[in-house]
């Protein structure tokens, strides 16, 4: 059974920067974060494979994925965040994605953990 475990979350000021950690059990070529708030669709945030990352045009420049392939831990290091960036945060894994950020090409998910970004 994979497991991916999420962590990190919490709640902050807007401008503020939280460290979001996802454990899973197996490897898999492509690991990616995506967020869902209430009553939206869920959203690619960014993704990292083989050597290769790609982010949302919204994040990028302020949110970095990496991940220690020994270890089996995902990062995402978020850095001045925003209201807007208010949402359930999650981990994917997939071995076909590539640098797809469409929820549909990812197999395994894991539970989420909230981020809350007041102004």
């Known amino acids: 059974l994979v497991q991916l475990v999420e962590s990190g979350g919490g709640s902050v000021q807007a401008g503020g920067s939280l460290r979001l950690s996802c454990v899973y059990s197996?490897?898999?070529?492509?690991m990616a974060w995506f967020r869902q708030s209430p009553g939206k669709e869920r959203e690619g945030v960014a993704v990292?494979?083989?050597?290769?990352?790609r982010y949302a045009d919204s994040v990028t420049g302020r949110f970095t994925i990496s991940r220690d392939e020994d270890k089996d831990i995902l990062w995402l290091q978020m850095n001045n965040l925003k209201p807007e960036d208010t949402a359930m945060y999650y981990c994917?894994?997939?071995?076909?994605?590539?640098?797809?950020?469409?929820?549909?090409?990812?197999?395994?998910w894991g539970q989420g953990t909230q981020v809350t970004v007041s102004s």
């Open positions: 197996e490897f898999y070529y492509y």
């Open positions: 994917a894994a997939s071995d076909t994605s590539g640098r797809d950020l469409t929820p549909s090409k990812y197999a395994h």
């Open positions: 990292i494979g083989l050597g290769e990352e």
